[in-house]
């Protein structure tokens, strides 16, 4: 492969990988916050809740 035919394509990679993460950082991705959990996202069952639906097993 000639030398300016790879200079292209690792630029064009690069440009893809910062893209990307700009874009991630953009939209804020969850893996891309500081950390901190959002208020109200905790989940705490009920105790006297029943299980719901279960999927039927054949035992094949």
């Known amino acids: 492969m000639r030398r300016g035919v ?3 394509l690792v630029a064009g990679w690069l440009v893809l990988l910062m893209g990307g993460w700009a874009a991630t950082r953009w939209l804020g991705e969850p893996s891309a916050t500081d ?3 959002v208020p109200g996202a905790e989940w705490i069952p009920n105790p006297d809740a029943e299980p719901g639906p279960q999927p039927e097993h054949e035992g094949r």
Do not use: E, V, Y
Request: glycine letters at 16%; a positive charge.
């Open 6 to 8: 790879r200079m292209w």
């Open 35 to 37: 950390g901190r959990p």
